[in-house]
């Protein structure tokens, strides 16, 4: 059973702040990793991807990777009140060409004005 | 990014009624899923396609049926709704690994 663990929050931040959201996966496979942003009531959002180990920025966020421990982290700077949703980690399914993902259940934050 | 539509957003039905959930993209994605999701609860696969005329059942059982005539286009239809089929129905395509979902359509059934 392939897994994708989160916790789930919430998680709270005061406005300005780094939010640090973490992610461990299960399938040793898996060579693609993804964040999504889901706001109440809305879809996911993809906001950030990555595929190697170490770290990939875009803005206020920057993504962390590390294979041999099996674990993803989404690091939020100067945190906003906008900022505040749910947090899926997906990863992919194996290797080769099997593009499903698995979500985790995603972590809650809230950032506090 | 890619433009991903599904209609109707909105859908509350009576009980045995059929139902055709539309999605359809215009970005030439080979890769197109359905997912089911409760309020505050995570994402369920129930179905994928990797092309024309290939679909396959996901991690969820699931009774509905899709089909993919079209790349655009992926419908989920639902025989007979039952009131165990209220949720949000979401579609996502793909052109590799990142997945980008449609606006989701809410179902009631009666």
């Known amino acids: 059973q392939k897994e994708v663990e989160q916790n789930s929050g919430p998680l709270s931040v005061p406005e300005g702040a780094i939010a640090s959201l973490n992610c461990t996966y299960s399938?040793?496979?898996?060579?693609?990793f993804f964040w999504y942003r889901q706001y109440s009531g809305k879809s996911p959002e993809l906001i950030m991807f990555?595929?190697?180990?170490g770290d990939k920025e875009d803005g206020r966020f920057t993504a962390q990777l590390n294979k041999a421990s099996q674990y993803v982290s989404l690091l939020i700077r100067d945190s906003q009140p906008s900022d505040s949703a749910i947090y899926l980690c997906a990863v992919t399914e194996g290797g080769g060409s099997n593009y499903k993902l698995t979500f985790g259940k995603g972590t809650l934050l809230t950032v506090n004005p | 990014e890619a433009d991903i539509y599904q209609t109707p957003r909105y859908l509350v039905i009576g009980t045995g009624k059929k139902i055709t959930l539309e999605c359809s993209q215009t970005?030439?994605?080979?890769?197109m899923y359905w997912y089911q999701q409760d309020p505050g609860m995570e994402l369920h696969l129930i179905h994928y396609?990797?092309?024309?005329?290939?679909?396959e059942k996901g991690d969820l059982s699931s009774e509905s049926t899709v089909s993919r005539i079209r790349t655009e286009h992926f419908p989920l239809t639902l025989e007979s709704a039952r009131p165990s089929h209220t949720s949000q129905y979401l579609c996502a395509s793909s052109p590799s690994g990142q997945q980008f979902f449609g606006p989701g359509t809410r179902l009631t059934v009666l």
């Open positions: 396609s990797y092309g024309v005329n290939s679909t």
């Open positions: 990555i595929y190697s180990n």
């Open positions: 399938d040793r496979g898996s060579q693609s």
């Open positions: 970005m030439g994605h080979d890769k």
